[in-house]
Antibody, heavy 115, light 108 residues
Framework: EVQLVESGGGLVQPGGSLRLSCAAS????????MSWVRQAPGKGLEWVAN????????NYVDSVKGRFTISRDNAKNSLYLQMNSLRAEDTAVYYC????????WGQGTLVTVSS | DIQMTQSPSSLSASVGDRVTITCRAS??????LGWYQQKPGKAPKRLIY???SLQSGVPSRFSGSGSGTEFTLTISSLQPEDFATYYC??????????FGGGTKVEIK
């Protein structure tokens, strides 16, 4: 069974940093593109970033370019999102998702940016 | 970037009704489209992939159609557990992935 478990969310002040993790199990992690998607409270879904199987290709939505970095460790079956210079508008539930087409999702972790 | 225009943004329907939701892409995306269902406090769940293929385990009352720029999700006979918000997603090539704005299906 595919399992994706996000962690690392919490309350952070504007301008601060946070690192999200996604632990994958039940499939060959190194064979899939992986993504981060977010959802602000009461709002729709927004794709944030994705990364190729070997980490050689990374893509970002314009609003996070230069502030967020996606990475992965295939030996640890883990996906990461380093978030720097956080803003109030980054407040959201962050989901990790498997495959370029976002076939499977984790349960999400809440990030709140507030003073 | 490819924009996805989803309509309607909300609808009220009764159990047993046939429901249709539409997504229009700002440029052709072949069949690189999926449909998702999201219930409050839960992660989205994919129902349809490649525009018209039913995800394993999803009831056959859900169906998808379309190609290019016009796509439709149909629920043939609405069930109580289908009241939720539905999103389309395009994942064409190396354009940023984009979602439709969502359709909230409520009980009439």
């Amino acid at each position: 069974e595919v399992q994706l478990v996000e962690s690392g969310g919490g309350l952070v002040q504007p301008g601060g940093s946070l690192r999200l993790s996604c632990a994958a199990s039940g499939f060959t992690f190194s064979s899939y593109w992986m993504s981060w998607v977010r959802q602000a409270p009461g709002k729709g879904l927004e794709w944030v970033a994705n990364i190729k199987q070997d980490g050689s290709d990374k893509n970002y939505v314009d609003s996070v370019k230069g502030r967020f970095t996606i990475s992965r460790d295939n030996a640890k079956n883990s996906l990461y999102l380093q978030m720097n210079s956080l803003r109030a508008e980054d407040t959201a539930v962050y989901y990790c998702a498997r495959e370029y087409s976002l076939a499977h999702w984790g349960q999400g972790t809440l990030v709140t940016v507030s003073s | 970037d490819i924009q996805m225009t989803q309509s309607p943004s909300s609808l009220s329907a009764s159990v047993g009704d046939r429901v249709t939701i539409t997504c229009r892409a700002s440029q052709g995306i072949r069949n690189d489209l999926g449909w998702y269902q999201q219930k409050p406090g839960k992660a989205p769940k994919r129902l349809i992939y490649a525009a018209s293929s039913l995800q394993s385990g999803v009831p056959s009352r859900f169906s998808g159609s379309g190609s290019g720029t016009e796509f439709t999700l149909t629920i043939s006979s609405l069930q109580p557990e289908d009241f939720a918000t539905y999103y389309c997603l395009q994942h064409n090539g190396y354009s940023p992935l984009t979602f439709g704005g969502g359709t909230k299906v409520e009980i009439k």
